[in-house]
Nanobody
């Protein structure tokens, strides 16, 4: 079974940093594009970043570009999202998922969604 589990969320002050983890089981993570998404209360799900098979490319939404960095640790079968300069509007549940293909976009289909990890940015 293919499964992704998110972790690393928590409460952080504005301007602070967090590292989210997306751990894969049942498949080799580096064989797929992995995406990060978030959903804030009352808002639509937003695709914010992805990293391609073999880390050939990365993509960031305008809302996080320059503040977030996506990376892989293939030995741990894990994708990370390093978040810095956090803002209150970054508060959301963060999810990861996988898809085939090499395109540098958040277009789907995305599968094997995790359960999400809560990030709260507040003073």
């Amino acid at each position: 079974q293919s499964q992704l589990v998110e972790s690393g969320g928590g409460l952080v002050q504005p301007g602070g940093s967090l590292r989210l983890s997306c751990a894969a089981s049942g498949f080799t993570l580096d064989s797929y594009t992995i995406g990060w998404f978030r959903q804030a209360p009352g808002k639509e799900r937003e695709g914010i970043s992805c990293i391609s098979q073999s880390s050939a490319f990365t993509h960031y939404s305008n809302s996080v570009k320059g503040r977030f960095t996506i990376s892989r640790d293939n030995a741990k079968n894990t994708v990370y999202l390093e978040m810095s300069g956090l803002k209150p509007e970054d508060t959301a549940v963060y999810y990861c998922a996988r898809r085939n293909g090499w395109r540098p976009s958040m277009n789907g289909p995305w599968v094997s969604w995790g359960q999400g990890t809560q990030v709260t940015v507040s003073s």
